[in-house]
């Protein structure tokens, strides 16, 4: 059984960072491009980052330059390091893990950059 949960999130004030945790439970987490995506309300969800499992990375150009994407298959577990946070960057992240062509959601975590 595959199971995401994501942790991390919280109430930040812009320029401050973040670093958002997905652990991943079942044995598929080291064949699985992982990735971040996010939704604020009444949008559709959208790719922040993701990872493959040979550790090659892709950003939205939102994300550049701001967030890190990071996997350690030790610990079962995908991060993304978020800096230098805009209120714009608030929104729900979810983790994603995607193998054998499906896909598989975490419950997401709240993303919070207010002054």
């Known amino acids: 059984q595959v199971q995401l949960v994501e942790s991390g999130g919280g109430l930040v004030q812009p320029g401050e960072s973040l670093r958002l945790s997905c652990a991943a439970s079942?044995?598929?987490?080291?064949?699985?491009?992982m990735g971040w995506l996010r939704q604020e309300p009444g949008k559709q969800r959208e790719l922040v980052a993701t990872i493959t499992t040979g550790g090659s990375t892709n950003y939205a150009d939102s994300a550049k330059g701001r967030f890190t994407i990071s996997r350690d298959n030790a610990k079962n577990t995908v991060y993304l390091q978020m800096d230098s946070l805009k209120p714009e960057d608030t929104a729900v992240y979810y983790c994603n893990a995607k193998f054998l062509s499906v896909n598989y959601w975490g419950q997401g975590t709240q993303v919070t950059v207010s002054s």
């Open positions: 079942g044995s598929f987490f080291s064949i699985a491009t």
